[in-house]
């Protein structure tokens, strides 16, 4: 008896968990994210312009916040930070399912439509508005206005009226196949025999899919929809070459408003303070996402 | 059956119009680029014209080849780096959880949610201090953190596919982890590794935050040189659309060959 319990024993040993595993991971990660972020909470608190060396590196509380928050580029950079993830998390989620469905009942050409309906994901963020600004948004030579014109429309200039929705346009043309990948996932474990059960019960596709294939998809939709509002939320290429965050600043971002702040007027505390904000916001949507994911996943490793 | 027939034909005639739809762009970008430069501004567009690769041959002779190799080195160094660091995680997280496991993860996983201006203000001034500003090793510690997340978020999810009781046995004889990740689980993990690489490479072939506040000319990446490409030559655009076309070409040819594996792969591994 003894014997077998010490071999338990020893086997049990054997068997632990690899100590220093995860240590490479969290080491890195510590240095290169949590460390920076504690230091931008603390350059938020200074003033400090690299521009103007002999001013002296000065403590200033919480005076880089209120003198962001009160300057009307910062807030309406802050409102299109949110426009800009919220309106093409939905417009996506829309396309995406549209796209899903449709590849999901395709029966042959599976894998070219996948590469076709896939490749707007792999296009650079700076070579996108390159793309939709020259060739296809130009006032001009573009092809909308082209377009627009011979149906007898009133030519349009997107960018230079409508800045936030050619920003917008060109976020859901790169986003919305990502949101398809996860819907084709959500329908292909959709259960075929409840789908067959309830059209022998009678109920037509539009049923089927109101009553059993959406209520399946919801969870699919809520994760996809906050994972890309955290991931759209500081975006930058299209705005960076589709705008300029222009005209004036109507199309700027908490990104591009902090970029200028750093590269053009050198204010480390004000673009420190419009970093921790920008976390802020981040925080919010990923604490939303947090608290839908984790039941899912403690159940799982129960 | 006729039918049923019909309508497959239907669904398959309706998504590729709509696939081609949303490739337009490229298409057009690719076309475009083999005008001539009068040719591509022309309105209305033209179709019917003489279309050559010389615009290619320009751009591979001018400044492109730096750009390239930038983008290739900082993409393979930073996904080397990121897979060394983070395997014994993912190893650890699929095979002994423990209890913390969840947090661990949901920490990682934040680390990449950041936004890049979280970060980016004492990186630069750090940067900048110790000269690792606009150099090739600087970007790729930033883009080792962008990975490292993803490394150990989709690799735990492959390894979970290796039978629990392979691990068991092999410790059980006395071998040690890292024997047993290295000649046991990574290579029951091939398809695994594949699918994280190719997404790896995706992301960081094409990003541009980092690169165009921590690089100048020296370390720019592709990205940063297609953003001044369109500043200092943006009438240009047959010439443009040329480097942009070749910018982008060789993360669409990968797409092109394994995006059905990803579908395929990401999406299993995401939802287990």
């Known amino acids: 008896m003894k014997g077998v319990a010490r071999a338990g024993a020893k086997a049990r040993s054997r068997l632990s968990p690899p100590r220093w595993a995860t240590w490479p991971t969290v080491i890195y990660l510590l240095v290169t994210t949590q460390i920076p972020l504690l230091a931008t909470a603390y350059f938020s608190l200074f003033s400090w312009n690299l521009l103007y060396p002999a001013r002296p590196f000065r403590f200033v509380g919480l005076n880089n916040f209120q003198a962001i928050l009160s300057n009307g580029g910062f807030r309406s950079a802050a409102l299109n930070t949110v426009l800009f993830s919220v309106v093409p998390a939905f417009l996506t989620a829309l396309i995406g399912l549209g796209l899903a469905l449709l590849v999901n009942r395709l029966r042959f050409g599976r894998g070219l439509a996948y590469s076709l309906l896939f490749a707007p994901f792999l296009i650079m963020e700076t070579v996108n508005p390159i793309i939709w600004k020259n060739m296809i948004l130009n006032p001009i030579y573009g092809l909308l206005n082209f377009a627009l014109t011979s149906f007898g429309f009133e030519a349009v200039d997107l960018i230079s009226n409508a800045p936030r929705a050619a920003v917008m346009l060109m976020i859901v043309w790169q986003w919305s196949p990502f949101m398809m990948l996860i819907l084709l996932a959500g329908l292909q474990s959709v259960n075929t025999e409840t789908l067959e059960a309830a059209q022998i019960d009678g109920a037509g596709p539009f049923n089927q899919f109101l009553h059993i294939t959406l209520p399946h998809l919801v969870p699919y939709l809520t994760v996809g929809m906050l994972i890309e509002a955290i991931l759209i939320l500081p975006v930058f290429g299209p705005i960076y070459v589709g705008t300029y965050g222009g005209p004036g600043n109507q199309s700027t971002n908490l990104m591009f408003f902090v970029f200028r702040v750093l590269t053009e007027q050198y204010e480390i505390g004000r673009a420190a303070a419009g970093g921790l904000v920008t976390a802020f916001m981040t925080t919010i949507v990923m604490m939303a996402l947090l608290a839908y994911v984790r039941p899912y996943m403690e159940r799982q490793s129960q | ?272």
């Open chain 2, 1 to 272: 059956m006729k039918a049923r027939r019909r309508h497959g034909l239907l669904v398959a005639i309706a998504t590729f119009a709509v696939a081609l739809l949303l490739c337009f762009p490229i298409l057009w970008l690719f076309f475009t680029s083999l005008k001539t430069e009068s040719d591509a501004i022309a309105t209305p567009p033209t179709l019917f014209v003489p279309l050559s690769f010389e615009h290619y041959r320009q751009a591979l002779s001018g400044e492109y080849p730096h750009f390239l190799k930038n983008t290739v080195i900082v993409t393979a160094a930073s996904i080397a780096i990121a897979f060394l660091l983070g395997l014994p995680a993912a190893y650890k997280l699929a095979f002994f959880p423990g209890r913390k496991a969840n947090d661990f993860l949901f920490f990682v996983l934040s680390t990449r949610f950041m936004p890049g201006v979280a970060v980016i203000v004492p990186i630069f001034l750090l940067y900048t201090r110790i000269g690792l500003i606009d150099t090739l090793p600087g970007l790729v510690l930033m883009y080792t953190t962008l990975n490292l997340p993803i490394v150990v978020w989709l690799m735990r999810s492959f390894f979970k596919d290796v039978p629990y009781e392979l691990i068991e046995a092999s410790l059980l004889e006395g071998a040690s982890h890292s024997r047993i990740l290295w000649e046991t689980v990574l290579p029951l993990s091939k398809a695994g590794l594949a699918t994280t690489a190719f997404l790896l490479i995706i992301l960081t072939w094409n990003e541009f935050f980092f690169a165009v506040n921590l690089s100048g000319h020296q370390a720019a990446t592709l990205p940063v040189f297609m953003a001044s490409f369109f500043t200092s030559e943006g009438q240009s655009w047959a010439r443009m659309s040329a480097a942009a076309f070749l910018a982008v070409l060789p993360v669409l040819l990968l797409g092109w060959v394994a995006s059905r594996a990803l579908v395929k792969n990401v999406l299993a591994g995401a939802v287990k």
